[in-house]
């Protein structure tokens, strides 16, 4: 993925600053607000930087400060104090990886909700010579052949794979996971070595239109817009079904309610801009733009949903 140049100037240690004044004689912000978030040009990264442009010119300057792991961001986070000068733009790993392991943090405790950005959903695909032309066929055959059909994984306890056993559990199927290091997933499914995966459709939409990859449906609750006319898993016979790919922000526990109703709002603000939604539908995600309560809510339900699909699935990570 590309990013724009938006940038004027890069500071040591990964650190870039937006050529924007401060704003000045308010209680806040008088001084930078940091953005923390993962590797330079990775997703949230290139997030960050087009939210961290679009509200400097209302909360002054703006810093994206790149680091090489969500654990490493969520504990400088974590540590960092609660005064509104330091947030964390990532994905719903920085809760689903407290289900999966120890980090150095804890997402309930440490952090407090401030929008939840966007989502995107997966894919559900198949191999063109699987017999089969939507879930309920999927579930049939995997029902008629106890575990037979593979799919396949790139990270343990991502989404792709959480997808894949919420269905597993679900449809009530005996289906095998086959886990596979980067990418490899992929490859696998075009050769015929497994005949199922979730995905994200960046990856998958050359595939899908190429005829090497026959897709069932989507992980959304509702039909999503960024795959016009696919079906959603939750009407395919699966009410309820959900899995999506969340963009979030969180400021440090005990940061106060006014600052954090502030950064909110000036950052959904910009995130209903026309322009701001067509930047990130191009990148395949879709605005939502939440209020601090519901991004809390949110991850709460969604803590408790994961939670009993990992233990009843076995999920271990090393």
Same mark, same amino acid.
């Given at each position: 993925?590309?990013?724009?140049?938006?940038?004027?100037?890069?500071?040591?240690?990964?650190?870039?600053?937006?050529?924007?004044?401060?704003?000045?004689?308010?209680?806040?912000?008088?001084?930078?607000?940091?953005?923390?978030?993962?590797?330079?040009?990775?997703?949230?990264?290139?997030?960050?930087?087009?939210?961290?442009?679009?509200?400097?010119?209302?909360?002054?300057?703006?810093?994206?400060?790149?680091?090489?792991?969500?654990?490493?961001?969520?504990?400088?986070?974590?540590?960092?104090? !609660?005064?509104?000068?330091?947030?964390?733009?990532?994905?719903?790993?920085?809760?689903?990886?407290?289900?999966?392991?120890?980090?150095?943090?804890?997402?309930?405790?440490?952090?407090?909700?401030?929008?939840?950005?966007?989502?995107?959903?997966?894919?559900?695909?198949?191999?063109?010579?699987?017999?089969?032309?939507?879930?309920?066929?999927?579930?049939?055959?995997?029902?008629?052949? !106890?575990?037979?059909?593979?799919?396949?994984?790139?990270?343990?306890?991502?989404?792709?794979?959480?997808?894949?056993?919420?269905?597993?559990?679900?449809?009530?199927?005996?289906?095998?996971?086959?886990?596979?290091?980067?990418?490899? $997933?992929?490859?696998?499914?075009?050769?015929?070595?497994?005949?199922?995966?979730?995905? =994200?459709?960046?990856?998958?939409?050359?595939?899908?239109?190429?005829?090497?990859?026959?897709?069932?449906?989507?992980?959304?609750?509702?039909?999503?817009?960024?795959?016009?006319?696919?079906?959603?898993?939750?009407?395919?016979?699966?009410? =309820?079904?959900?899995?999506?790919?969340?963009?979030?922000?969180?400021?440090?526990?005990?940061?106060?309610? =006014?600052?954090?109703?502030?950064?909110?709002?000036?950052?959904?603000?910009?995130?209903?801009?026309?322009?701001?939604?067509?930047?990130?539908?191009?990148?395949?995600?879709?605005?939502? =733009?939440?209020?601090?309560?519901?991004?809390?809510?949110?991850?709460?339900?969604?803590? $408790?949903?994961?939670?009993?699909?990992?233990?009843?699935?076995?999920?271990?990570?090393?």
């Amino acid at each position: 993925m590309l990013i724009a140049p938006i940038f004027m100037r890069v500071m040591p240690l990964g650190l870039l600053v937006l050529g924007v004044n401060a704003v000045y004689g308010q209680d806040y912000p008088n001084k930078p607000i940091r953005f923390i978030t993962t590797a330079a040009g990775s997703s949230s990264d290139f997030a960050a930087r087009i939210i961290a442009q679009g509200i400097s010119p209302t909360l002054g300057t703006v810093i994206v400060d790149n680091r090489p792991s969500l654990p490493i961001a969520g504990q400088l986070l974590a540590k960092s104090p !609660p005064d509104g000068y330091s947030v964390i733009y990532t994905g719903g790993a920085l809760w689903i990886d407290a289900l999966l392991r120890k980090p150095p943090y804890d997402p309930v405790k440490d952090f407090a909700a401030v929008t939840l950005v966007a989502s995107s959903p997966d894919i559900l695909v198949v191999h063109p010579a699987l017999p089969v032309k939507s879930v309920t066929d999927l579930i049939a055959l995997a029902k008629s052949e !106890p575990g037979k059909l593979n799919f396949g994984t790139s990270t343990i306890g991502g989404a792709s794979h959480l997808s894949a056993e919420l269905l597993k559990s679900m449809a009530g199927i005996n289906i095998t996971h086959v886990p596979y290091k980067g990418n490899g $997933a992929i490859p696998a499914l075009l050769s015929g070595e497994i005949q199922m995966l979730f995905e =994200g459709g960046a990856t998958l939409t050359p595939h899908i239109q190429a005829g090497r990859l026959r897709a069932l449906a989507v992980t959304t609750a509702k039909p999503s817009a960024l795959f016009p006319g696919m079906p959603t898993i939750a009407a395919s016979g699966l009410p =309820g079904f959900e899995c999506t790919v969340m963009n979030v922000i969180f400021a440090p526990a005990k940061t106060p309610e =006014g600052i954090i109703n502030r950064l909110s709002q000036e950052i959904v603000q910009f995130l209903r801009r026309k322009d701001t939604q067509e930047r990130f539908f191009n990148a395949g995600v879709e605005i939502v =733009g939440s209020t601090p309560e519901e991004l809390a809510a949110t991850m709460k339900s969604d803590m $408790a949903k994961w939670d009993k699909v990992i233990k009843e699935a076995n999920i271990k990570v090393d």
